[in-house]
């Protein structure tokens, strides 16, 4: 069982959860719809991004924007707590890149649609 008392562990406890750490790095981006994350992820169910979110949501990692329109629209953003995340992000792109030989990854974004 992992050390809770591990900062390491306690980390990792929190981002290792499969898309987990693709869903903070589309969110590195900017603020996001679900479906353009969805987008994003290929492969990604509705139903597992939504757990995603709503756990990042509890660990304070994301914050959810709801805007008063009809149709409701609901936005996907990092918190601060998110944001420091990103540092880590951008290290693993890096390893990545230098040492697994993997081409630079984007997340696949759809132009936004003219008003």
Known sequence: MPDPSC??????????????????????????RFCELERSLAGISPRTLSLRLRALEAEGIVERHTFPEVPPRVEYSLTEKGEALVPLIEDMRRYGSEWLG??????????????
């Open 102 to 115: 993997v081409r630079d990854c984007t997340p696949a974004r759809e132009p936004a649609a003219a008003a």
């Open 7 to 32: 900062p390491v562990c306690a980390t990792a406890d929190i981002i290792c959860g499969k898309w987990t750490i693709l869903v903070i790095r589309d969110l590195a981006e900017g603020r996001s």
